[in-house]
């Protein structure tokens, strides 16, 4: 009797395991749903948490043309014991020539009243990244006063004060000239700072005092941090989003984002406030400006660098409305939108046009080729959709093929969206700029969120997106668990490729030391750079982009959270390849058995990329930048049918010739 029940007990277990056995998961390789835009995934580039000074640009030197609201910010008069002693060895006066030189009117005249030297130490910011062996290009706009003998000694320094190189110049003459200088580091320091000594006797003005390092990108003189157009470069952005954000809009008129005024010669662009140096009590940062040393030029040349569609972001005719929400009366809206037209033709004119050459005179005679531009940032209200109208009417009247981004409001749902959502489908705009920073769930609860969208209404650009979580101290993080619920979110947003055509996590770049906004795809200190989690999520996603995608189905549904699940697939018919991306939110593995459909064989071998983590809060940092990294491996295929074990808690791309 006991062995007849222990063997009903097996056989019922058995029946169980076995009609719980999951389905198999079925490829259907050869029906393309919808082909995958070039744009799918790109980069949003905004200048907060010193993306831009203090970050990407690689000018060390904070200040450097004495704007900033307090004029010496960043520097302070060094009293070395090399010079010291008790009397003043000089002094510093600010002038104004705000008559002569609008875009840059403030310099620093330097008056040395003993031989033995007065000094101006420059912190940096958040002090000066300086690498041994690497040499750093010094630079001033210099004029001396008749009679003075005054020369200049520039230091570099470590964080004791220890000199690591040095050099000298000698301005001479009334006239304002360039002098520089070059300087090799002996040594290697996160937290350096600058001196420049005035030594002889008399008063030398200065300005645009600089120091760049010698390793920038593309070894370009006064051009950007290498490491982190690397970072960016490594995830073949599909578009670079620029310059934002709400830095677009400004706090107020005066400081919204003005491309004409980042153009030109470095010295003539006028700097200003960076409308993040005061918008959060808790991160306040008063030295945060923009020197615009990074400006319009420098960001098409970025997008062109990293093989990305470069799509500038303008404003329309309105502030922040999270903050003073100023608005530019309709009848005065024309300089706005001649702002639009001629950036369309600096980027694209040809040389005989004043905003064309000017593109050809900064050193790039041939057109950037844009074909996009957004309408203002995060407005909402009827004033948008006032100003929006006049906008693409004047743009699509003089440059048909431009499409125009337009916003839906600052959040995913709710009236704000609701409404702009409805007005500018029934304008037939180009492109829905829909932004989304929420908590994990509502990632993996919206995998299915444009299922339903209109296949023939206007496209979608998910332009800001990250999952927030709060931490224990209050700040949002880059943990595992926001990353691995953005991945399976980014399976809906490319099986949905049809009406999706661009996205981008946001925001991009932040100063472990300078931040205001957490969380960020990209951490960085003044030497080294690390991608978060998220990054790498995104570079899995856009890496392995394909060009159709096509079904993946379980029980002949899309796979969308079933059993944990979120899965994608797509073709690349440039290289003949099916790539599957998987996404298993759960904490246990899962095997799966997979049929591909539609092929007539497979390569023998595949790769493999697995990016996971069992621990949901493991962030990366700079001590261990690639604690969550993805892990690529060979596996065989043994047929059109093959048993993948999932890892728990990862992401997936498998990737096979067809
Ligand atoms: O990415 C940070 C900010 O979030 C952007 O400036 C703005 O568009 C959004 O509110």
């Avoid at 989304?436 to 969208?453: E, G, H, Q």
Wanted: hydrophobic residues 40%; neutral net charge.
């Amino acid at each position: 009797m006991k062995h007849i029940a222990n063997f009903i007990a097996s056989l019922s277990l058995f029946i169980n395991v076995y009609s719980q056995s999951p389905a198999v998961i079925t490829v259907k390789a050869n029906q393309p749903i919808a082909p995958i835009q070039s744009t799918m995934w790109g980069i949003f580039f905004e200048d907060i948490n010193f993306a831009a000074d203090g970050g990407i640009y690689a000018e060390l030197v904070k200040n450097r043309s004495f704007e900033f609201y307090k004029s010496l910010m960043g520097w302070r008069e060094d009293s070395s014991s090399r010079y010291s002693n008790n009397s003043r060895s000089g002094y510093t006066t600010i002038i104004n020539r705000s008559k002569d030189n609008p875009s840059n009117p403030r310099f620093a005249r330097i008056n040395v009243l003993a031989d033995r030297g007065y000094g101006l130490t420059n912190e940096g910011f958040r002090g000066m990244g300086i690498k041994k062996g690497v040499t750093y290009h010094f630079s001033m706009l210099a004029s001396q006063h008749d009679g003075s003998n005054a020369i200049v000694r520039v230091e570099l320094k470590d964080s004791k004060g220890n000199i690591i190189g040095n050099a000298v110049v000698k301005p001479s003459g009334k006239e304002w000239k360039k002098y520089s200088a070059e300087i090799t580091s002996t040594a290697t320091e996160q937290k350096g700072s600058m001196t420049v000594w005035f030594e002889g006797k008399g008063t030398l003005d200065i300005d645009m005092v600089s120091l760049f390092p010698g390793d920038t990108w593309k070894n370009r003189p006064g051009g950007l941090r290498a490491d982190l157009v690397q970072l960016l470069a490594d995830i073949k952005p599909g578009f670079i989003r620029f310059p934002g954000g709400c830095i677009v809009e400004g706090h107020e008129l005066t400081t919204r984002y003005q491309w004409k005024k980042t153009v030109g010669k470095v010295e003539e662009r006028e700097m200003i406030i960076n409308r993040w140096n005061r918008e959060f009590d808790h991160r306040p940062a008063p030295d945060y400006f923009q020197s615009f040393g990074l400006g319009f030029f420098e960001y098409f040349q970025l997008s062109e660098d990293v093989g990305a569609e470069p799509l500038p972001i303008l404003n329309c005719g309105m502030a922040c409305q999270f903050n003073s929400a100023e608005l530019v009366p309709l009848d005065e809206l024309d300089p706005y939108i001649q702002d639009a037209l001629d950036l369309i033709e600096f980027a694209n004119g040809g040389t005989n046009t004043k905003w064309g050459k000017l593109r050809a005179d900064m050193g790039h005679p041939a057109p950037f080729n844009l074909k996009m531009m957004g309408v203002g940032n995060e407005q909402w209200g009827p004033q948008y959709v006032d100003r929006y109208k006049i906008f693409a009417k004047a743009i699509h009247e003089k440059y048909p093929d431009i499409k125009l981004i337009s916003s839906v409001g600052p959040f995913a749902s709710g009236e704000l969206f609701g409404f702009l959502d409805k007005e500018m489908r029934e304008m037939k705009a180009d492109i829905l700029d829909e932004h989304y920073y929420m908590p994990p769930d509502f990632f993996l609860s919206n995998a299915k969120r444009y299922d339903n969208y209109d296949r023939n209404g206007p496209k979608i650009f998910a332009g800001e997106y990250a999952s927030h979580i709060r931490g224990t101290e209050g700040v949002k993080r880059n943990t595992w668990q926001a990353a691995l619920s953005e991945a399976a979110f980014m399976t809906g947003l490319e099986r949905n490729a049809d009406v999706v055509y661009m996205c981008s996590y946001a925001p991009l770049f932040s100063h472990v030391d300078a931040w205001q906004w957490a969380p960020d795809l990209i951490w960085f200190d003044n030497l080294n750079s690390y991608g978060t989690p998220n990054y790498y999520v995104q570079k899995l996603f856009s890496v392995n982009k394909g060009t159709h995608v096509v079904p993946v189905l379980l029980n002949n549904e899309a796979i969308t959270g079933q059993d944990s699940l979120y899965a994608t697939a797509c073709i690349d018919k440039n290289t003949n390849e099916l790539i599957v991306k998987i996404v298993n939110v759960s904490s246990v593995g899962k095997s799966r058995e997979f049929l591909i459909e539609g092929v007539k064989k497979l390569n023998k071998k595949a790769a493999m990329t697995v990016l996971k983590s069992d621990n949901p809060g493991q962030l990366n940092s700079s001590d261990n930048p690639q604690a969550v990294a993805p892990v690529e491996t060979v596996i065989d295929i043994p047929g059109r049918k093959l048993k993948l074990d999932i890892a728990a808690s990862s992401v997936t791309v498998l990737k096979v010739k067809m």
